[in-house]
């Protein structure tokens, strides 16, 4: 799913000395001007010679009889990719410079990479009641958005299959009230109506078939087709007209980029592009710089992975700046931002462990770090939590005793671990700023978590966790857990809260 990667560009380095070998020379200056180089250790020899650099090779117009970047895909998809120019026609090196280059690499490249180390003090989560719900009669689920609409306290649940369900908790009923043509990943109640984001092509695609669609009690209007997979809408009205404006992360595959829909004055929405690039996956609305107008801060990966915010100038222009930037293998996901240490400023949760690609290997460096604001909006690692394949994070202060909890999901952990390692809750025991204690699911509570949110789905006071499972399989895992998670009726698992 992402390695539309770190082929073009692994970081900049003029100021290579004249010591260095010349392998290392162009590893560092070839692909300079994309995104932060990543670490030759962090994948395995064979990884770096039988998936990356043949890819690496194609998009620098390396031609290698072995391997074809077009291969399997449909003649209209290659014609898209083919559009993208990802892959170039003429070689950006020599032939004699990637031989050189192949061979530094591989000569520094690892057999095998470490393993996170077990924490023994690892205890049982208890402060939650585990209720499983079953949406439908049907064995698995594919369950593609997961929100929660507080004004009828319905949770909102959209699936592969283009359905949308709400699921009354309290009532313990749910009800079908929209499908669309495509997998839903957003759903936005406004004032008029629903909007529904459907992502077309599931699968990596150049192929542009999302749209955005609005429910409107019984009807249905297309407000705009022709988005590159958009697995995320935000609706907001940035420059208070009356008329919010629609911000859609358009992840794509080897290109994308983050688009602004804006209505006209008969209603017709138009769509212009704030960032060019793939990979775009949330965005939410902060004013960071304080001077009244609603900047977006929005997260992207497949390749330059980064936290970015768009300050907003005049009406509807903005200003690109980079807030933090990660190394392509990182598989960034999910972010949050709010004050952690209390100090009066917002600080930017991370969360890393997207493995959906051809480097699916166990990366000791995937999981949740925390990055303090100093005030000025700049921002540094100050926690590292590594976990397997995390995927999302809710960061509430779920005990009630002052300082922020972290519930965190893994969508691609380590399955030789049983029980399986997919959900963990860091519960923060306010020592050092990052005293942790690590709690588990009980063995008997597993599944195959996807999405998460943190909601007071009883009503009764305090956050509740939602976790919703998802049975269509982005890795390869274990026949026992995939034939048990697929015949199983459990759509969501609700952590009630016994704190009130």
């Known amino acids: 799913m992402r390695l539309q990667f770190f082929l073009l560009c692994l970081i900049v380095a003029s100021c290579a000395k004249p010591t260095q070998n010349q392998g290392e020379r162009l590893y560092a200056t070839h692909c300079a001007s994309c995104h932060t180089v990543p670490k030759i250790d962090h994948l395995t020899k064979e990884l770096w010679e039988n998936s990356i650099l043949p890819d690496m090779g194609a998009r620098m117009g390396i031609q290698d009889p072995s391997y074809d970047p077009y291969k399997g895909y449909t003649y209209a998809e290659q014609y898209e990719m083919k559009q993208s120019g990802i892959y170039s026609l003429r070689p950006t090196i020599s032939q004699e410079d990637w031989i050189k280059l192949k061979d530094y690499i591989l000569a520094n490249a690892p057999d095998e990479l470490p393993s996170i180390p077990k924490n023994p003090s690892t205890k049982t989560l208890e402060q939650f009641e585990f209720k499983p719900i079953s949406i439908d009669s049907v064995p698995g689920a594919a369950i593609s958005f997961l929100g929660y609409h507080q004004d009828s306290q319905n949770i909102l649940i959209g699936n592969l299959d283009g359905s949308v369900n709400t699921f009354d908790y309290l009532q313990g009923t749910s009800q079908n009230i929209f499908r669309a043509q495509s997998a839903v990943t957003a759903f936005n109640p406004t004032d008029f109506g629903d909007i529904v984001t459907a992502v077309g092509i599931l699968n990596p695609s150049e192929q542009k078939e999302g749209a955005l669609l609005l429910r ?13 997979r958009p697995v995320h809408s935000l609706v907001n009205d940035f420059n208070k007209d009356g008329n919010p404006e629609i911000v859609v992360c358009e992840f794509g595959h080897l290109t994308g980029e983050l688009s602004l829909l804006q209505k006209d004055s008969i209603g017709i929405y138009h769509k212009r592009t704030l960032i060019q690039s793939p990979g775009s996956m949330r965005s939410i609305v902060r004013d960071l710089d304080g001077d009244g107008k609603d900047d977006i801060v929005f997260m992207k990966a497949q390749g330059d992975e980064a936290i970015m915010v768009l300050y907003q100038k005049d009406d509807l222009t903005f200003s690109a700046n980079t807030l933090l930037r990660f190394s392509p293998l990182m598989g960034t996901s999910w972010f949050e931002m709010m004050d952690f240490d209390g100090d009066g400023d917002e600080d930017i949760i991370t969360v890393h462990g997207d493995n959906a690609d051809k480097t699916q290997i166990l990366k000791p460096y995937h999981g ?36 922020l909890d972290i519930a965190l999901v893994s969508t691609f952990p380590d399955y030789g671990d049983r029980p399986v390692k997919s959900f963990v809750y860091l519960e923060n025991t306010g020592t050092d700023g990052f005293g942790f204690t690590e ?40 026949k026992d857990l995939s034939q048990k998670w697929s015949g199983s009726l459990t759509d969501l698992m609700v952590l009630e809260n016994t704190l009130k």
């Open 439 to 478: 709690r588990v699911l009980p063995g008997q509570i597993d599944g195959k978590w996807f999405l998460m949110k943190a909601a007071d789905v009883d009503a009764d006071g305090d956050q509740d966790i939602i976790l919703s499972t998802f049975t269509y399989y982005f890795s390869p895992i274990p």
């Open 368 to 403: 949740l770090r925390i990055h303090l604001n100093n005030g000025k909006n700049e921002f540094e690692e100050s926690f590292f939590y590594p976990m397997y394949g995390a995927t999302r994070s809710e960061t509430f202060d779920y005990d009630g005793d002052g300082d």
């Open 216 to 228: 409107n009690g019984e009807a249905a209007d297309t407000l705009v087709t022709g988005l590159h």
